[in-house]
């Protein structure tokens, strides 16, 4: 069998962080009632005429901004004609073009082994309604709900020929695009809800043709899982169709998560097909500098560049720069932390270690969050904790007891030692002494160490912290015992 190669095309559909719809006033929410967020224009009723969402406007350009694209001056919307149950205009009001849409020939990098990033090329960032969404009903049959009707949709397309070339970069471009669009604040990233959706175009050919194959849409995927599964299925199923002879046909194709398996939809439309013309209810957009740099200045840091930033700056790890860089409120809390005085390595494990397993525990957070409380550890609380531990007032072992009280009470960890008694202990005449005492209660253990057994020693250190409640330097503990052991 002939050596093929993959090509992925993304398609990705991001429901805007407004409050109301993209051409009329009706709110914006998950769930309710259906057909209870409705109104003349997002029915399509006659004679209702649209009035764009500036908001919404403005996220679109934040976005193609961080995507490195081209602001369009001049942009304008289309009509993008075809009809389906959820339309109830016949129409959906969106942008055409290579030039025109809001941010076009961009680009975003996506990380890769060893450190390096790879270039995925975007074609368009572009504004569109969303449709709205078809139900199947108790007693049978079909209805419709257009709450989604309107809702401002961004789509952002990825260049050709595609920079896609695996599974694992499909999953992981969908992954760092749902990232930045977090960090941004443009959309929740909700894909379970549906406010985010991935749609591939996989295709293969054969190795060394310049030719690319047909291409298949896989539509409206709600996870990077699916997006990994549905590439790599489409990939071996086209190319076994091929080796059988068969063509390829251009189609979209269902997403079976139950069977891992894509099924066929319909036959994909062409251009043409759509009729696209420009809008007559809607003035053309035109976007001065003014705008282009007010929008720019409100972007800040991007994940990838934090995460680059976190290994050369802080030392990190990629794995643990990954770790702090996942969700932006996580990053400004360690950042917070490193501001206050905490050592960045030390900071980052406690970080993810104890503080993400109590937060997960209690349903907490770092941020003001719907459905969570805030937690009482403040980036103060870590760094004077890793101070703690650093000048050798405390013990690791005693400041993860700190971190639990910490934790549930909001003391600061100076107060917490202080009232209970957990210095460490770095008087040489009390660790003597506990030594002493270790020896003379395991006998048997001090024979094997002389005869030879020397892996008893973690043991008996383990005893002397054990008799001293955690509180016994280590390093003076092991000494101790060494000394008395006759080394």
């Not at 009632?33 to 224009?41: G, I, L, M, Q």
């Not at 369009?72 to 205009?89: E, I, T």
């Not at 894509?262 to 696209?276: Q, T």
């Not at 705008?291 to 409100?298: D, G, N, Q, V, Y």
């Amino acid at each position: 069998m002939a050596n093929y190669v993959l090509s992925v095309g993304m398609e990705v559909h991001a429901e805007l962080l407004t409050e109301s719809k993209m051409f009329c006033r009706c709110q914006v929410a998950f769930g309710g009632e259906p057909n209870t967020r409705v109104c003349p224009v997002c029915l399509g009723l006659p004679g209702a005429l649209p009035v764009p969402n500036k908001h919404a406007i403005e996220l679109v350009m934040k976005t193609a901004l961080a995507l490195n694209c081209t602001i369009a001056r001049d942009s304008v919307f289309h009509r993008k004609n075809y009809f389906y149950p959820d339309l109830p205009k016949g129409y959906q009001i969106s942008q055409y073009g290579e030039t025109n849409p809001i941010g076009y020939h961009g680009w975003i990098d996506i990380p890769t082994e060893g450190g390096k990033t790879k270039r995925i090329k975007i074609a368009r960032v572009h504004l569109e309604e969303d449709t709205g969404k078809l139900m199947h009903l108790p007693g049978g049959g079909s209805g419709v709900d257009l709450n989604r009707a309107g809702v401002p949709l961004m789509e952002i397309v990825t260049a050709f020929p595609p920079d896609i070339e695996s599974p694992e970069e499909a999953k992981e471009y969908g992954e760092r695009l749902r990232q930045l669009l977090v960090y941004l604040g443009v959309c929740d990233g909700k894909m379970e809800e549906g406010s985010m959706r991935a749609e591939p175009n996989p295709s293969v050919r054969p190795e060394g043709s310049e030719t690319y194959g047909v291409k298949t849409e896989l539509k409206n995927l709600g996870s990077f899982r699916s997006v990994f599964g549905g590439v790599e299925f489409e990939r071996d199923r086209q190319v076994a169709a091929i080796e059988r002879g068969e063509p390829i046909l251009q189609e979209t194709r269902g997403w079976n998560e139950d069977t891992q398996a894509s099924y066929v939809m319909r036959v994909k439309e062409s251009e043409n097909d759509y009729r696209y013309f420009p809008c007559p209810d809607l003035m053309p957009m035109h976007f001065d500098d003014a705008m282009i740099e007010r929008i720019k200045a409100t972007i800040g840091e991007l994940p990838i560049a934090k995460w680059q930033r976190y290994q050369s700056e802080f030392g990190l790890s990629e794995y643990d720069a990954g770790v702090l860089t996942a969700e932006r409120p996580w990053a400004e809390f360690f950042e917070a932390c490193v501001a206050a005085g905490a050592e960045p390595k030390a900071a980052c494990n406690w970080m993810n270690s104890d503080f993400a397993r109590l937060l997960n525990e209690t349903g907490q957070s770092v941020v003001e969050q719907k459905g969570r409380a805030l937690s009482k550890v403040t980036p103060a609380h870590i760094a004077e904790l890793t101070e703690l531990i650093a000048k050798g007032t405390i013990s690791g072992k005693i400041g993860k007891q700190v971190f639990e009280d910490m934790y549930k009470s909001g003391k600061m960890p100076k107060s917490i030692v202080e009232e209970g008694g957990m210095t460490q202990v770095s008087d040489s005449g009390q660790v003597d002494a506990w030594t002493a005492e270790v020896l003379a209660d395991n006998p048997d253990v001090v024979q094997k160490y002389h005869n030879g057994q020397t892996n008893v020693m973690g043991f008996l250190v383990g005893q002397l912290m054990k008799k001293s409640q955690g509180r016994a330097n280590p390093q003076l503990a092991q000494e101790a015992l060494r000394k008395a052991l006759g080394e």
